[in-house]
C-alpha cells in the first residue's frame, strides 16, 4: 500500500503511512503531538475530528472565524504560539466546499514557526483539483516543508466509505511517531 502510493505521488516509501481512514491518522497525529497544556489550531466550520481527537488528549482548541467560508489561514498563522502543536486545515473544506490557494497556504507554511505541524486534509482534493491555484501538496510542498502532513482519502471520490482507506505523507521522522502509535 505505501510503496505503490509513494511511487504515485513521487515521495520516499518512508514519507507515506496507511490507516484507517483519514479519522485515524488525525487521531494518531493527536496522541503522538499533543498533551493537555498544547493548543490546535482550526478553523471555524472544519472537520468536526480536528477538535474531536485534540479535546480527548486534553488540548486547547484556537477557533479562527472564516473570512467569506474560508479559512483565513493568514489569521490561523498569527494565532501560532509556543503551545501550538498542530494547526488543522481541511482543503477543500466541508461542508463550505471552499478551498485555499497555493499561495495562502504557502504563506501559511512559512509564516508558522517550525514547531508546529501544519496538517492539511485533502479528502476532498479529488474535487478541486481542476481549480487552477489548488495547492499541488504531493509531493511538492511535502518535500519542501519538514512540518507539513499531507493527508488523503479514498473513502470520499472512491466511493470506498466502508473500507476507511486513508493515508497520510509527510516528513519520515513525523510519521514514525504514527508508525509507532
Same mark, same amino acid.
Given at each position: 500500500?505505501?510503496? +505503490? ?8 516509501p518512508? &514519507?507515506?503511512?496507511?490507516?484507517s481512514?483519514s ?19 482550526? &478553523? ?7 477538535r $474531536? $481527537? ?7 482548541i484556537?477557533?479562527?472565524p472564516?473570512?467569506d ?6 489569521t ?6 509556543p503551545?501550538t502543536k498542530?494547526v ?8 463550505t466546499?471552499?478551498?485555499?490557494t497555493?499561495?495562502?497556504? $504557502?504563506?501559511?507554511?512559512?509564516a508558522?514557526?517550525?514547531?508546529p505541524?501544519?496538517?492539511?486534509d485533502?479528502?476532498? &482534493?479529488?474535487?478541486?483539483e481542476?481549480?487552477?491555484d489548488?495547492?499541488?501538496?504531493l509531493?511538492?510542498l511535502v518535500r519542501r516543508?519538514?512540518?507539513l +502532513? +499531507?493527508?488523503?482519502?479514498?473513502s470520499q471520490a472512491?466511493?470506498?466509505a466502508?473500507?476507511r482507506v486513508g ?6 521522522? +513525523?510519521l ?6
Amino acid at each position: 500500500g505505501a510503496d +505503490v502510493l509513494a511511487r504515485f505521488h513521487r515521495i520516499r516509501p518512508e &514519507s507515506v503511512i496507511v490507516g484507517s481512514g483519514s479519522d485515524e491518522i488525525i487521531r494518531m497525529l493527536c496522541e503522538a503531538y499533543l498533551d493537555p497544556e498544547d493548543e490546535v489550531i482550526v &478553523s471555524q466550520y472544519a472537520f468536526i475530528r480536528f477538535r $474531536q $481527537q485534540a479535546a480527548v488528549m486534553g488540548a486547547g482548541i484556537i477557533e479562527v472565524p472564516m473570512t467569506d467560508w474560508t479559512h483565513d489561514l493568514e489569521t490561523m498563522a498569527r494565532a501560532a504560539n509556543p503551545r501550538t502543536k498542530l494547526v488543522f486545515v481541511a482543503n477543500p473544506n466541508n461542508p463550505t466546499g471552499t478551498d485555499n490557494t497555493t499561495g495562502e497556504l $504557502q504563506d501559511l507554511l512559512q509564516a508558522v514557526p517550525a514547531a508546529p505541524l501544519v496538517v492539511v486534509d485533502e479528502a476532498f &482534493s479529488q474535487f478541486a483539483e481542476e481549480n487552477d491555484d489548488y495547492p499541488r501538496s504531493l509531493p511538492l510542498l511535502v518535500r519542501r516543508h519538514p512540518n507539513l +502532513v +499531507v493527508i488523503r482519502t479514498f473513502s470520499q471520490a472512491y466511493g470506498l466509505a466502508g473500507l476507511r482507506v486513508g493515508y497520510a505523507a509527510g516528513d519520515p521522522e +513525523v510519521l514514525g511517531w504514527l508508525d509507532r502509535i
